[in-house]
């Protein structure tokens, strides 16, 4: 049994030491969104980099993912600087999608699942183990896997799969936003806002919405 308490990298460690060698954390980002994709982050650290989560701004001056944490923690400007930090640093790395069609075919949840799925076949190198945020399993996950509630903020991997999931969907609904400017999605990128349900209101759905969530 994988102990799911104590410092950030302690469940990579766990299975490090027990013989896992390619641990993968995965998450995603747009969950609660009325618009756009369901966008799922991989993320595989190198094991020499892992160390615990440094809260105070003198320690961990020396690890260049220092502040990993949960996207929803960040400022938009953090995320983007760690984003990058992540993909440079990270063994492998990978993000994956399911569509609004998808989600209104799947379910939210299982469009959830698949987009991590996704990301986690879409991966170069291939994972020994999957640290999956939440309490859901993946179907047909790719190699044995292990649900982690709160994971976003209790394992570094997860974390750094929340962030590349966040700023890429993030740049998705901005980029969605010069095509369908009255939604406001360069702020909301997609979630119910006062804004987002007023603009649904005077405009009617776009293409990019979902039309199985309420939408008024």
């Not at 960040?74 to 995320?79: E, G, M, P, T």
């Not at 509630?149 to 969907?169: E, F, P, Q």
């Not at 009255?182 to 009617?204: F, I, S």
Request: aromatic share 6%.
């Amino acid at each position: 049994m994988i102990a799911t308490h104590g410092t950030t990298m302690e469940m990579e460690r766990f299975l490090h030491e027990r013989g896992y060698g390619a641990i993968a954390g995965t998450d995603e980002a747009g969950r609660g969104c009325l618009a756009g994709p369901v966008v799922a982050a991989a993320v595989i650290l190198p094991m020499e980099i892992i160390l615990p989560m440094e809260s105070s701004a003198g320690q961990g001056a020396s690890d260049p993912l220092a502040g990993v944490t949960d996207s929803k923690a960040l400022s938009a400007d953090r995320r983007e600087k760690l984003a990058t930090a992540i993909r440079h640093e990270a063994v492998a790395w990978a993000v994956a999608a399911c569509s609004p069609v998808e989600i209104d075919k799947l379910n939210i949840l299982w469009a959830s699942m698949e987009a991590m799925r996704r990301a986690l076949v879409a991966l170069d190198t291939r994972p020994d183990y999957a640290l999956i945020d939440g309490r859901t399993l993946i179907p047909s996950c790719p190699c044995p896997s292990k649900t982690v509630i709160g994971g976003d903020a209790r394992s570094r991997s997860i974390a750094a799969a929340s962030i590349l999931a966040k700023t890429h969907r993030d740049a998705i609904m901005h980029e969605y936003h010069t095509r369908w400017p009255c939604y406001g999605w360069d702020t909301n990128v997609g979630y119910p806002t006062k804004a987002h349900y007023e603009a649904l209101r005077a405009h009617g759905p776009s293409p990019m919405h979902r039309t199985s969530f309420r939408l008024e």
